[in-house]
């Protein structure tokens, strides 16, 4: 069983940055594959980034180049670092976690955050 706990929301101005943290508790947190996904109002939860067990990353075209995702496993906590944002990221943001390799669909991962909101202003 894995906890999660997202952090670090709020409301920034468009081209601002900011940066999530999602502190894990319970089993060892290297040895699954955390992802962020996003949900805007009226829109279904999609992908944003992954962070694998063995540490390959991959990221939704819409965020590439702008987003980085990272994991510190001593701290049992991933990050998600939010550069140059744009009205359209404003959505609530989520951690989630998996045990096994990379996935883009929200229906694969096992355990959730409650999501931490992001408001991007223009």
């Known amino acids: 069983q894995v906890q999660l706990v997202e952090s670090g929301g709020g409301l920034v101005q468009a081209g601002g940055s900011l940066t999530l943290s999602c502190a894990a508790s319970?089993?060892?947190?290297?040895?699954?594959?955390t992802g962020w996904f996003r949900q805007a109002p009226g829109k279904e939860r999609e992908f944003v980034a992954v962070?694998?067990?063995?540490?390959?990353?991959l990221y939704a075209d819409s965020v590439k180049d702008r987003f980085t995702i990272s994991r510190d496993n001593a701290k049992n906590t991933a990050y998600l670092q939010m550069n140059s944002l744009k009205p359209g990221d404003t959505a609530v943001y989520y951690c989630?976690?998996?045990?096994?390799?990379?996935?883009?669909?929200?229906?694969?991962?096992?355990?959730w955050g409650q999501g931490t909101q992001v408001t991007v202003s223009s």
């Open positions: 989630a976690a998996r045990y096994g390799g990379s996935r883009f669909e929200a229906y694969e991962y096992d355990y």
């Open positions: 319970g089993r060892s947190f290297s040895r699954y594959t």
């Open positions: 962070f694998s067990w063995s540490g390959t990353t």
